[in-house]
Each structure stands twice: as structure tokens, then as C-alpha cells.
């Protein structure tokens, strides 16, 4: 299956330097480029991208809003978001709005194009070592509020169901959450398609962050 990516970034040396590299991967068709967010929905209408590979910091209308608009449409593309930085509130944010995870801008070809595949397959990129810090040394505010929020949300969920969220926090996949709960890899699909259903999340990453916030 080709997965259809739509780039943006306000730096045309950067969307050719990543256009180079994923030209070189015979699944991934570059659909469209964008320098700044305003671009970002006309362009998602007309080519249907799955990934969008967003740039936090442009000039006029920002990854991050352009992230949260896209995210609350219907049938909204994954996004991944750009960035310099492992901690940045701005991230955390983007990730709060349903972006799929981050990427560092100086990761290597073969890992860009292995986290694009992923998150097309619906598998957040955010890998554990990230989440702990990102969620350490960075707060939007509000963390007793976030928390008591969390654990209400939490509280929908069935004992099993807590304990998969548990393990969607500590980054785990499906194949190790199901080896330490001793499920199938089918049932514990099943059980995360639930979670996000009565948490009324859109992936995995949302998740991860609910659980953060619930143990604050």
C-alpha cells in the first residue's frame, strides 16, 4: 500500500532535504508540500494524505493550530509533528490535539521513513525514553485540575481496561502488553479500540498522556 504524505515546513531546504529522503522509499508518495499552516486543510481536501509531516514553528498559521484544526475534522490524516527540541510545550500540546508523536529534525533517513510507515500502520512514534521526558520537564498548567479530569476519564474503564491503559502509558506495544497481561495480540487490540472509544481519544498518544496526568 503507498502511503500518501503531505510536508510542511516553512524552510524550503528542509521539505527538499525530506522530499530527497523519502523519495528513495517506493511506499511513500510526497502528495503535496505546504510552507506555512493556512495551506495545510486546502491541500489536505484536494489530496487525502495519510501522514502529514507537520513543522511546529512557521510564520503565519502555526503547526500546532494547524495540527488541532486538522484533528478535529472528520477522517483527519495521522500528523506528526517537527521539532529541534525533546521538551518543548508546544509538543505537548500538539500531542494533546492528536498528533501521532514527534520527530526530532536530524533523525536518520532510514528511522524517518520507519516512523512514517508506523504511523500509517496506526502506531504512535513516541517512544518511551521521549514520553518521560516530555512529560517531566513540561507542563501546560493545571495539574491538579488535569489530574482530577484524568482520573474521572479513567474511571469509565473496566479494571482490564486500566491495565492496558497502564501499559499504552509506559509505552508498550500491543505484542509486549499482551505477552505481560497474557493476552493475544487481537485482544488487546480490541481493548485499546475500547479505551478510545469511551475516553473519546484519538490514539494511543492521548493515552499515554491521560495516564500521565492521573498519576500527578
Do not use: C
Request: hydrophobic share 50%; no cysteine.
Amino acid at each position: 500500500m503507498t502511503i500518501k504524505l503531505l510536508i510542511v515546513d516553512d524552510d524550503a531546504l528542509v521539505r527538499a532535504g525530506l522530499s530527497m529522503i523519502l523519495a528513495g522509499a517506493g511506499d511513500i508518495e510526497i502528495v503535496a508540500e505546504a510552507g506555512d499552516g493556512a495551506e495545510v486543510p486546502p491541500l489536505v481536501a484536494e489530496h487525502h494524505p495519510d501522514v502529514v509531516l507537520m513543522d511546529i514553528r512557521m510564520p503565519g498559521v502555526d503547526g500546532l493550530t494547524a495540527t488541532e484544526l486538522l484533528r478535529a475534522a472528520e477522517s483527519p490524516p495521522e500528523v506528526v509533528v517537527l521539532t529541534t527540541f525533546h521538551a518543548d510545550a508546544q509538543v505537548l500540546r500538539a500531542l494533546r490535539a492528536g498528533a501521532a508523536g514527534f520527530l526530532l529534525k536530524d533523525i536518520p533517513p532510514g528511522e524517518l521513513v520507519e516512523a512514517i510507515r508506523k504511523v500509517a500502520a496506526g502506531e504512535p512514534i513516541l517512544s518511551p525514553v521521549v514520553t518521560r521526558q516530555l512529560i517531566t520537564h513540561v507542563s501546560d498548567g493545571g495539574p491538579e485540575r488535569r489530574a482530577g479530569r484524568a482520573r474521572t476519564l479513567l474511571g469509565r474503564l473496566s479494571e482490564r481496561e486500566r491495565e492496558v491503559a497502564a501499559a499504552v502509558g509506559q509505552g508498550k506495544s500491543n505484542a509486549e502488553i499482551g505477552r505481560e497481561l497474557f493476552m493475544s495480540v487481537a485482544t488487546v487490540k480490541a481493548h485499546v479500540s475500547r479505551i478510545l472509544t469511551k475516553l473519546e481519544l484519538n490514539n494511543r498518544v492521548q493515552v499515554a498522556l491521560l495516564v500521565y496526568d492521573a498519576s500527578l
